[in-house]
């Protein structure tokens, strides 16, 4: 099954119907399976919160299945490489480098440069569709 990791950049296009939305949209429709960290629906919640879009994030969330924020992960997340992601992005990306190890990711969306170049440089393929 076809899986794509996605994060807050990218979703936030759609909720805040930004032009960059549909490419996103048709981006995710090419997999079968959406994936991310909890730690997304907060963010994502947050935004629609500043914007009073809350009521449109239950449904972008819908799609997507959501990863605890396990000890783990958080531990994890705390040495991650590289060094310059921040500090939330990086429990993004530990999530996503542990389904890509287990042989369950094949690709993560963002449009946030440090986290594309962290997830690069764990071997994860980058999405950042135009």
Do not use: N, W
């Amino acid at each position: 099954m076809a899986t794509v990791y996605v994060d807050t950049s990218a979703l936030a296009r759609i909720l805040l119907d930004e032009p960059g939305a549909p490419a996103v949209e048709h981006g995710l429709g090419a997999y079968e399976r959406l994936v991310a960290s909890r730690l997304l629906q907060v963010e994502l919640r947050r935004v629609g919160l500043r914007r009073d879009l809350v009521d449109g994030v239950g449904e972008l969330l819908a799609e997507i299945a959501l990863i605890p924020c396990e000890e783990t992960i958080l531990s994890a997340a705390e040495t991650l490489p590289p060094s310059t992601i921040a500090t939330l992005d990086a429990v993004h990306l530990a999530t996503a480098v542990r389904l890509s190890e287990a042989g369950q990711l094949d690709a993560l969306m963002t449009y946030d440069k440090q986290l594309a170049a962290g997830a690069e440089e764990h071997g994860i393929v980058v999405l950042s569709p135009a």
